[in-house]
């Protein structure tokens, strides 16, 4: 029945969403005072507005059953079109809690984590640390920045800002990539050198 409402008002602009929920939800709307007719008006149009995205609708079930108005699971789960053993769920959640579960769900649709301002933070480490692995510098990241990454996404962030210095393990060479290159007493062709000591006077 729910799922039945959702479809219907995706096709329906807020106005017409009330009517027709106003009409299948009389017994519901006997039982409110007038301000939880509003409210619950209120949270029609919005689902109607935002059918589809369940991260919105339940913040907008936690929202009202958090107002204080004396909604119940039952009414608030007829106005946003879920059953009433979820909204009961949701009605236990502390805001904490809430804010919990949207991180998860948006955990499984997550973009990329790494991000172009992480790379200035990279690159220093690399220059602090020249003979860094790919394992410590996702250890690096998930200490530092706070940023859980595997092995291989960070590879092709390095790639992509040009410093793929890295290699897999301690002892071990990665196969095509190129080397840090050893800073020595002479530069290795005429022109200056970054790695090279200042010419005596």
Known sequence: MATEMLEAQASELPQGAW??????HADVL??????????????????AVIVGQPILLRMAGFFLLHADMGLTP?????????????????????AHDLLDSIWAELGRHRQPKLHPEHA????????????????????????????????????????????????????????GAPTRPPCSGAPTSGAPSSCSPPLSP
């Not at 009517?19 to 299948?24: H, I, Q």
């Not at 006997?30 to 689902?47: C, G, N, P």
């Not at 933070?121 to 706070?146: N, Q, R």
Request: aromatic share 6%.
């Open 19 to 24: 009517a027709r929920w106003e009409r299948e």
């Open 30 to 47: 006997e039982r409110a005072t007038s301000a939880q007719r509003v409210l619950l008006e209120a949270a029609v149009r919005f689902v």
């Open 74 to 94: 039952a009414q608030v789960g007829a106005a946003v079109g879920r059953t009433d053993r979820a909204m009961r769920t949701v009605r236990a959640l502390s």
């Open 120 to 175: 200035g933070p990279i690159a220093k480490y690399l220059v602090d640390h020249p003979g860094a692995t790919l394992p410590e510098v996702v250890a690096f990241i998930a200490s530092d920045l706070g940023i859980e990454v595997d092995s291989q996404t960070l590879h092709r962030f390095v790639l992509a800002y040009g410093f793929d210095v890295l290699r897999p393990a301690h002892g071990a060479a990665k196969e």
